[in-house]
């Protein structure tokens, strides 16, 4: 191979900034004490610096502006150092992002150059994934715990049960005690529904994997859940951004995905309030292909912090009621169909979850349409 040659600092210059304009992630170089050299077009897109000069601004000073870093930049303080950090979303409409920022030192002997160059990696749709993965371990581990206890209270429920019918009918001819004993039966068919949600929790029926437009089902759910919203006094609007929207689907269970979340949204607000659910295709990128993407957003009460990660966990339940198992099943549902389910929640604001999974190869990614947004009490 012959070895290449630079006749003059210029062309040696040339050739530097082409090989990190060619780099996948942006890259911002910097001298010893952090003040910016060079940024290759990704970084300036980024960093929003398109059109800006780069005399004296410092990387650390860019970081702390963007992602809204202090004290974290210290993970960045030496050659290795990694930082991963969001990218809040805009208000041009571009999603929250992940940001994986490394550092590598840079030293030649011969020339006496020194300084650091940082990476910015865009990982938001693996660290979701891992997030993903996480949360289905937990869900796993009370699969198991759901079927050990399923198999140990449905014998004595069974006799409870046969008993409190057999003293219900024995009772026939006392109104009184015949109303205690009927109260006690439905006390005990309670319990039997419960157990059957164990039941088919831990037994989760295999997907029936085929090809549909998810299009007309998630209108046809939007229909049925207006009904409901109408019932409490709440208004709910509904917008479908895509001709056709095809992925390998089990229709029922998404149908029981759709009507999950919105049921969630229904009881998490007060008559009066309003909530919104979209449907759009997102079109492939580095990290992943083309995917369908339902959104949710509500006005209620919000999810606090410490519970956003626990929303999913089969019988959790900020509502005060016992059942917390749709928001689990919703997240069973994505997980069987390869796709994840994320939420964002702020205490008195609100809660928006996002359900993403991949659409079929094929299915007219690149047509979209806009419907106006659709509202009934």
């Not at 911002?28 to 003040?35: C, E, S, T, V, Y």
């Not at 938001?124 to 869900?139: C, G, I, N, Q, V």
Request: negative net charge.
């Amino acid at each position: 191979m012959a070895q290449a040659t630079f006749e003059t600092p210029e062309h040696l210059r040339e050739f530097f900034f082409a090989m990190i304009e060619s780099l996948p992630g942006a890259i911002l170089l910097a001298d010893r004490q952090g003040n910016l050299l060079a940024v290759n077009q990704k970084g300036s897109q980024l960093l929003g610096l398109a059109g800006s000069s780069l005399q004296n601004k410092t990387c650390w000073g860019l970081l702390a502006q963007k992602f809204g870093l202090t004290h974290e930049l210290a993970a960045l303080s030496l050659s290795g150092g990694r930082l991963l950090c969001e990218l809040p979303a805009s208000q041009d409409g571009a999603e929250k992002r992940c940001i994986l920022i490394s550092r590598n030192d840079l030293q030649s002997p011969f020339l006496h150059v020194a300084g650091f160059f940082l990476s910015l990696e865009d990982v938001t749709f693996p660290a979701l994934m891992e997030m993903h993965l996480d949360r289905s371990k937990r869900f796993a581990a009370m699969q198991e715990m759901a079927e050990a206890m399923s198999q140990e209270l449905k014998n004595p429920l069974g006799s409870l049960e046969l008993y409190a019918s057999i003293l219900k009918r024995e009772l026939a001819g006392d109104p009184d005690n015949e109303r205690v004993a009927a109260r006690m039966l439905g006390a005990v068919r309670t319990m039997h529904h419960l157990l059957d949600n164990f039941v088919t929790f831990s037994g989760f029926p295999l997907p029936r994997m085929q090809v549909l437009d998810m299009v007309p089902l998630f209108e046809k759910s939007m229909e049925t859940l207006r009904e409901m919203a109408g019932e409490h006094g709440i208004l709910m609007e509904s917008r479908v951004e895509a001709e056709q929207a095809y992925l390998l689907g089990d229709q029922t269970l998404l149908g029981q995905l759709l009507l999950n979340l919105g049921l969630n949204a229904i009881e998490s607000m007060v008559a009066g309030g309003t909530f919104s659910f979209g449907l759009r295709m997102l079109p492939p990128d580095r990290e992943h292909g083309a995917l369908v993407e339902i959104r949710v957003r509500d006005q209620g009460a919000g999810i606090a912090p410490e519970n956003l990660q626990k929303i999913f966990d089969p019988f959790f339940s900020t509502k005060g009621r016992s059942r917390g198992l749709g928001l689990a099943n919703s997240h069973a549902i994505a997980e069987a169909h390869h796709g994840l389910i994320e939420v964002e929640s702020e205490p008195g604001r609100g809660t928006t979850f996002r359900v993403l999974l991949p659409a079929e190869s094929g299915s007219g990614t690149g047509t979209s349409r806009k419907k106006n947004a659709r509202a009934d009490a």
